[in-house]
């Protein structure tokens, strides 16, 4: 059995505008985690995003998960050290809980010699609560996430070659729980019609003709209600819409999600205050090795 396993996993972003907690598309942004099986104890070290916030001992979100992902695939450790070193901006809509939680998973699954099946998805997208950032991290590509009867599922699709995603990321955060605490229970059915045919249009934008997202990635279901928390980000996407760029909320935001035609942003789109990141589709989604 392997004593150690590197995880490298990849951020997404979620929704891509009209397809609230159903679309996501894997970013090549990864955190990368070390664990291996020591004689006794936990140590968890961090660096990077988030390393000054998030606990070290149990509690860690990598932690929790790979304790429940031990529990699925009847693994159990004597003693375990995490070495995490994050690249994915915390609480920014660039799924960085996600990714902690797939990279947890994969490691147990990892070190049990397992591969990644759907109990797996399930386990994470239930750790989320939705399986759109879940899926893209395990998955890489563009997914298509739904909950069935209680199970979580997902197909991954190739995405179109010209996909070129910049994301701009603000210095504020967002939590996802916080926003989605303003979602309204109903929405007027004239909008979930929108949504129904924005979204099937979006998987076809994002996979066969990009030169129909800026009209794919309008959304009606959530970024709206969502504004009062970050309204800097929605004039960016306001305005890089009305520039011509397809742009979106990325996942719960603050970011914003763009897919410009050449990867270029015009010029008189005023972003002061974020950080432009020209970035890629990730293909490959979760990567386990062993460690030497
Ligand atoms: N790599 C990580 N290690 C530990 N905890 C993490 C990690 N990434 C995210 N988290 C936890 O998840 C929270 C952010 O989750 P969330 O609000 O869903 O935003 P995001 O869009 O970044 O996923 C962080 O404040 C932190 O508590
Ligand atoms: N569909 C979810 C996506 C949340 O993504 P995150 O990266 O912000 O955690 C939602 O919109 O709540």
Known sequence: MTTGVRVAVPGSSANLGSGFDALGMALDIRDEVDVRVVDRGLVVRVSGEGGENVPTDETHLVVRAFRAACAVVGFAPSGVEFDCRNAI??????GSSAAAIVAGVAAAYGLAGRELDTAALQLASEFEGHADNAAASMFGGVVIAWSEGGDYRAVRLDPHDDLRPVVLVPSEESSTKTTRGLLPAVVPHADA???????ALAVHAL???????LTALDDRLHQSYREPAWPATMRVVHDLRAAGVAAAVSGAGPTVLA??????????VDVTGFDVRRSAV????VRVRPLG
């Open 193 to 199: 019609a929108f949504a129904a045919g924005r979204s």
């Open 207 to 213: 996979t066969r003709d990009p030169s129909l997202l």
């Open 259 to 268: 897919l410009p035609k050449d990867g270029e942003l015009p010029v008189g």
């Open 89 to 94: 901006p915390h609480s920014r809509g660039l």
């Open 282 to 285: 990730d293909l490959g989604g």
